[in-house]
């Protein structure tokens, strides 16, 4: 008699964008007249740049003609994109072509990377957090059990709070695999250099491996934060790199990531990065050609330019974000370095209450805070993805209602 | 300190390939005047038909422009395809459009579908097999241990032989979750409706779950071969079905497969559904929205008529080597329902010596049997992805050489 994966079930269902799906709607019924705004949107909005969209209808044609046609490619991805990204990314980190591996998302690679690691490993997360680190973890079997209001029982928390800018401090107990994400989602906030070579030191010094989820890297612009671990001395030994076209290149639904496992990297014997390579190889058949092509175009002179527009866009909408509820009289953090903006609610309110306030008076739908972990309770996100004209138009409104 | 998962590093390194490769550089070397023609190859070379490229390029332009810009798709694959899914190739067999997963290929989704399952379930696999299915389930720990000449320790191999048409017999311990592949791969031989419904009863009178792989499907021309396995009665109960666009519409490099569960597939209270559509939305972010609109034109009046040519094309070609083989004196299987040639080898030859020879003396590269299993020794798969030009040319060689 066939047995489930028992993790599975005790996953609780997720909840938090249902749950915003359904107060958003009922407020929509009772106030049709009403234009909201979604400020709580965690994904792009600009489309693909030119060079990008030309680069994929070509690869398409190539697909339709015998002569150019490509069948399977290289599980990890083609030459051509490998050697783009460690001759751009890691021009002075010394990382090569085969220590990048090409996937469909950094959601798929922060997901999977646990398929390698032993299941007695202790997780550490930092909380806030993506919730993919600690889902997966849970389905794998290394969380332990739910208790309520605390988290997983087996998983180490490492809150990000005002006191400590939002920035993890080592834990009690040492953990095996430490999840760090920064520029930080949901809380905005990027670790400056000195900090995150610390935590490079902390994992070799204990025999840790560092996960470092740099998807909202093209956000710096901050001079001194570090752009990959690998600027850290030592990280070759210690960390494994997600990065993302996604926020990058506006791919949320193009689908082209990858993950930087340096050959230096071993336990013991054995390398992670031969590893990695066997479990791709032998759970997947690698990106569809035509995006790998749209992704080298990223690479482009022209493709550099135009994105990078894109993203100053976003960084103007953050600018009239946090300007805005500054002068309501808010404290915020972040959007400096990131897409989002992470907000202290008003002393006395929760995150959901604020959400309420703010979608009845202001029709302005954010995330609370509080669906990110435990301490995110009393903050607030809100993200510059939204167009120019909705973010101005929200933040007047707030600012009208609060200050 | 942190700790490998184990089980991958009891995986024996992936051969098989590798060594096809090295031989055949060795003998390109060694006669570089001779033209090497290739059998052996499991992947399509027709390019993929018009309405295919265009779709995708006409969605490639709309993710160009803000008005149709998408980002982030449902994980689960957009409606629009599941629902022309539903309507085409389950329109007599109540499928519902909830009940089918868009994926970026078969690989991904029978190496991966084991996540949702217990690691105490106990599995079979036909022998000779799709490495993947053995290999994934080593990589979670569900294997045991490898014993040279036998295989792995937990799990059980269904030999696939003459005497049983290459079609599996009950085993003699029950398994929890049994991989069919039908057409199979290698084999190339389909199975009656007749047994797969035994299979069917088999699974439903002992609580297992039958994972079939019908990545070939689109090749079945024999009345009464069953293309989907809910076309048993009461396989929603028992039964995950994988489908992809990779043989049937030449996707190898595009991505794009499908996995079907039915809502009425649980274990105790569980759907299987659920927790797939759990495992997928924690894990991945969909498939390529441009990939999806190709796949979605396949379906049209257009596309069914292009990739049948394509079919019908790799079929002439398989005609093409049964014929010539048997004119030759060889015994062979399969070919008729399946791109691939199951031939046995001369007697008292192995599959690698068979392989050496055919390569010496004819220049001619195919798979050696026992690179599937242990019970694929003595036997030998040749395939119709090639032109006709070169499956010609190869048989030609052959019959003259062994006639």
């Given at each position: 008699m066939v047995k489930v994966n028992e993790n599975f079930v005790k996953l609780p269902a997720s909840y938090l964008f249902?749950?915003?799906?359904?107060?958003?709607?009922?407020?929509?019924?009772?106030?049709?007249?009403?234009?909201?705004?979604?400020?709580?949107?965690?994904?792009?909005?600009?489309?693909?740049?030119?060079?990008?969209?030309?680069?994929?209808?070509?690869?398409?044609?190539?697909?339709?003609?015998?002569?150019?046609?490509?069948?399977?490619?290289?599980?990890?991805?083609?030459?051509?994109?490998?050697?783009?990204?460690?001759?751009?990314?890691?021009?002075?980190?010394s990382i090569e072509p085969d220590e990048i591996f090409i996937s469909d998302g950094a959601k798929s690679d922060t997901g999977s990377i646990g398929d390698i690691f032993g299941l007695e490993n202790v997780v550490a997360v930092c909380d806030p957090v993506y919730p993919v680190y600690v889902d997966t973890n849970v389905m794998a079997g290394r969380a332990g059990e739910f208790v309520e209001g605390k988290g997983w029982s087996k998983i180490i928390y490492m809150p990000c709070l005002e006191e400590?800018?939002?920035?993890?401090?080592?834990?009690?107990?040492?953990?095996?695999?430490?999840?760090?994400?920064?520029p930080n989602n949901p809380s905005g906030v990027s670790m400056p250099k000195?900090?995150?070579?610390?935590?490079?030191?902390?994992?070799?010094?204990?025999?840790?491996?560092?996960?470092?989820?740099?998807?909202?890297?093209?956000?710096?612009?901050?001079?001194?934060?570090?752009?990959?671990?690998?600027?850290?001395?030592?990280?070759?030994?210690?960390?494994?790199?997600?990065?993302s076209f996604s926020k990058t290149a506006g791919f949320t639904g193009l689908r082209c990531a990858f993950t930087v496992i340096p050959k230096a990297l071993k336990i013991g014997d054995v390398s992670l990065n031969q590893l990695w390579g066997r479990r791709q190889s032998t759970k997947m058949n690698g990106v569809s050609y035509p995006?790998?092509?749209?992704?080298?175009?990223?690479?482009?002179?022209?493709?550099q330019k135009l994105i990078r527009e894109n993203i100053n866009y976003y960084h103007h909408n953050a600018r009239i974000i946090l300007q805005g509820l500054k002068a309501a009289g808010f404290t915020v953090y972040g959007g400096v370095d990131s897409p989002y903006v992470w907000m202290k609610v008003p002393a006395g309110m929760t995150s959901w209450q604020f959400f309420d306030e703010l979608l009845e008076k202001c029709a302005v739908v954010g995330t609370p805070g509080s669906g990110f972990g435990i301490h995110g309770e009393g903050y607030f996100r809100l993200t510059s993805f939204n167009t120019t004209e909705n973010t101005e138009k929200a933040v007047q409104r707030i600012v009208e209602q609060f200050q």
């Open positions: 249902v749950e915003i799906d359904n107060r958003v709607k009922a407020f929509q019924k009772k106030h049709p007249e009403k234009e909201i705004l979604r400020l709580g949107i965690g994904d792009v909005t600009r489309p693909l740049v030119g060079p990008v969209v030309d680069a994929m209808k070509r690869a398409t044609d190539e697909m339709g003609c015998a002569e150019t046609f490509r069948g399977y490619g290289p599980e990890n991805g083609y030459a051509f994109l490998r050697e783009t990204i460690a001759e751009n990314d890691y021009k002075d980190l400590n800018c939002f920035l993890p401090s080592f834990p009690e107990q040492v953990p095996d695999l430490i999840y760090l994400c920064f000195s900090q995150l070579q610390a935590w490079v030191n902390y994992a070799n010094q204990h025999g840790s491996i560092i996960l470092f989820d740099a998807a909202y890297e093209a956000f710096i612009v901050t001079p001194g934060v570090p752009h990959s671990i690998f600027e850290c001395s030592g990280a070759e030994n210690c960390a494994i790199e997600f990065r995006v790998q092509r749209a992704a080298e175009a990223v690479y482009t002179k022209d493709g």
